[in-house]
C-alpha cells in the first residue's frame, strides 16, 4: 500500500510562488506515473500537472502551464509541483496522486489514479 502526503501549501498573494512537496511511503513510487490535482470549492477535482515514471514525458493542464514545473526525486520517493506567478484563481486543495501500474507513462484522467494523498491547501490572496 502506498501512502502520499503533500506539503507546502499555504497563503501567498498573487504573483508569488509556492513548491509543493509530495512524499510517499509504504512502498516505492520510482516506477510509477503521478500527477497533481486540484479541485476548489464548489467544483470538481481537475488535472494539474503529471509526469511518467521516468520524468520522460510531463503535462500540465492549460491553466497552469507556463507557470508551473512538476519534477520527481526518485531516490526520495518524492514529487515536486512548483508553481509560480500565482493567481487567485489557482486557490484550491491540491492532492497528489500514483499510478498503480509500473512504468506508467503520463497520465491525466483522475480515475487512472489508485493511491491519493489527503491534500493541501493553496490559498492566494489578490
Known amino acids: 500500500q502506498v501512502q502520499l502526503v503533500e506539503s507546502g501549501g499555504g497563503l501567498v498573494q498573487a504573483g508569488g510562488s509556492l513548491r509543493l512537496s509530495c512524499a510517499a511511503s509504504?512502498?516505492?513510487?520510482?516506477?510509477?506515473?503521478m500527477g497533481w490535482f486540484r479541485q476548489a470549492p464548489g467544483k470538481e477535482r481537475e488535472f494539474v500537472a503529471g509526469?511518467?515514471?521516468?520524468?520522460?514525458?510531463?503535462g500540465y493542464a492549460d491553466s497552469v502551464m507556463g507557470r508551473s514545473t512538476i519534477s520527481r526525486d526518485n531516490a526520495k520517493n518524492t514529487i515536486y509541483l512548483q508553481m509560480n506567478s500565482l493567481k487567485p484563481e489557482d486557490t484550491a486543495v491540491y492532492y497528489c496522486?500514483?499510478?498503480?501500474?509500473?512504468?506508467?507513462?503520463?497520465?491525466?484522467?483522475?480515475?487512472?489514479?489508485?493511491?491519493w494523498g489527503q491534500g493541501t491547501q493553496v490559498t492566494v490572496s489578490s
Open positions: 496522486a500514483a499510478h498503480p501500474s509500473w512504468y506508467s507513462d503520463l497520465v491525466r484522467g483522475e480515475s487512472e489514479y489508485a493511491y
Open positions: 509504504g512502498r516505492t513510487v520510482s516506477r510509477n506515473a
Open positions: 509526469i511518467s515514471w521516468n520524468s520522460g514525458n510531463t
